[in-house]
C-alpha cells in the first residue's frame, strides 16, 4: 500500500491548510485512518484519527477545535483540515493506515505510513 500525503505549505499564524492523503487501494476504505507530525527533535505524535465509515473520530489535545478529519472511501483519501495554526504545529504530519477499522493513537495502531509533507507555521 502507498500512501501520498500533500498540501503542506509555508503559513501564518492563524492560517489554514488543508492536508490529502490519497492510499493506492481499496483496502484502506475498511480501515482506520490517522495523522501522525514529528517536530524536529522531538517523537512523532498523534494528531488525530478516523474509523473507517468516519463514525468514530479522535484528535489530540493540543488540536481539538482547530484541525478536522474526514475522509472519502470513494476516493480512498484522508484529509485533515488545520486551522488557526500556531508556530508549535510545525512539523513534517504523515498520514497511515490502521491496522483495523478502529481508530487508535499509537503508532502500533498503524500498518502503512506515507512519506509526510512539511508544514511550517511562521510569523
Known amino acids: 500500500v502507498q500512501l501520498q500525503a500533500s498540501g503542506g505549505g509555508l503559513v501564518q499564524i492563524g492560517g489554514s491548510l488543508r492536508l490529502s492523503c490519497a492510499t493506492s487501494?481499496?483496502?484502506?476504505?475498511?480501515?482506520?485512518m490517522g495523522w501522525f507530525r514529528q517536530a524536529p527533535a522531538k517523537e512523532r505524535e498523534f494528531v488525530g484519527s478516523?474509523?473507517?465509515?468516519?463514525?468514530?473520530?479522535s484528535y489530540a489535545d493540543s488540536v481539538k477545535g482547530r484541525f478536522s478529519i474526514s475522509r472519502d472511501n470513494s476516493k480512498n483519501t484522508v484529509y485533515l483540515q488545520m486551522n488557526s495554526l500556531k508556530p508549535e504545529d510545525t512539523a513534517v504530519y504523515y498520514c497511515?493506515?490502521?491496522?483495523?477499522?478502529?481508530?487508535?493513537?499509537?503508532?502500533?495502531?498503524?500498518?502503512?505510513w506515507g512519506m509526510g509533507t512539511q508544514v511550517t507555521v511562521s510569523s
Open positions: 497511515a493506515v490502521g491496522r483495523s477499522s478502529r481508530a487508535g493513537s499509537r503508532t502500533s495502531d498503524y500498518v502503512y
Open positions: 487501494r481499496r483496502t484502506s476504505s475498511n480501515n482506520a
Open positions: 478516523i474509523s473507517w465509515n468516519a463514525g468514530t473520530k
